[in-house]
């Protein structure tokens, strides 16, 4: 794969919503994409957490470095998409956090993240499901594009 | 409310444009809305400003604590979203901001906060508007939910 | 140009797809376009890179001053927009990046900014192709108002 590799979706449904104060944010996004039968998305969100766990990935080692933060933090941008992962939607999300110091940090986002309110922008698309699989290259779970046929 | 609450709504109208050079962001976009009758949207931006003020959340003392940074700056990254408050199309936004030493802050977006220049994607949604009251829990003024019948 | 100046655009294709493993970030989304026959577009990008250049611009000198980290880093989040400059389909994006030890930093994205892995989303609106220009106020090559007949 040399260059990339974009599957054309049609648009879907389109949410604004409000996630649910003192839940984990990804299992909330997981759980109103089971109910709403959504296969396909992306989203992004603005808001606050009162705790979260964010990683960043070690490209060598393969596997994520995680730390959590036990202080109330802005979300200051989360940018993410659901797929299909085991037969199931799973979100894959990164995320800008900033403290009451002005402090940033930032990274893939895990559970426990925990909302103290939250804004998110959720548009659904339709077409071929995209499909998490094993990357031999990076470790990853990326989409699978064989099955795809993307341009 | 336990878990997450999203409005369906119709897509509108689309906009991508410039931001003004030396006036304040938020009133720049607040006043586009009234103008083209835009009551729920969302949008991104890049771009710099010659100042701003953001802040973070006080979840304990439920104020906003607020900073000014009179110094240009990019606007790495800007997400947000227009509703209604008082009556009113209003934005609420955060946004990363990053100086020429590599310093990054970021935060909740407030005026006044001066743009240099900037390129807006505003995307209109159509249906019930999205209208904030204030909600006990945070001390925010979040979407009523129960005046939209959310799923 | 004292307010902000919004061009309506129709939506026109969805693309949500992988990005190039060892492959520059702004050539590979580049040649998509040129490729695709894409003109006027907004993405967002989650990932990360194994290298980035990125750089703030300096608003009294008029110039860009960049800096290069030799490091993986998670592109913790990126968004930009296609337009035309001097013909062709050019990106504008910024990015925020951050690192195992939990540092970020972000600004304009440049090239060689090298992909190890990431997920695009990527719009692409219709109607009269955004052009960029150069603008004498701020130095910066913004999109060309007069010829669109913004509102």
Redesign the interface.
Known sequence: ???????????G?????????G?DLIT??E??CR??AIQ?A?F?I?G?V?SATIG?????QHVY?T?TENT??????C???VSIKDGTPAI?????L???H?K?????LFSETII??G????QE?TGKP?ERVY?H??G?M??N?ESQG??
């Open positions: 794969m040399d260059q990339l590799v974009c599957f054309e979706h049609q648009p449904r389109r949410f604004v919503g409000r996630l649910p104060h839940k909330s996004i759980n109103f109910v709403s396909t992306t992004s603005i606050a009162s960043t990935y070690d490209q060598k470095v730390f109330p933090m802005e979300i200051v941008t940018i993410g998409n894959h999300a990164h995320i800008v900033g403290d009451e002005g940033i940090i930032g990274g893939h103290f309110a804004e998110i922008d959720l698309v995209l990357d290259t990076t990853l990326l989409w594009i993307g341009r």
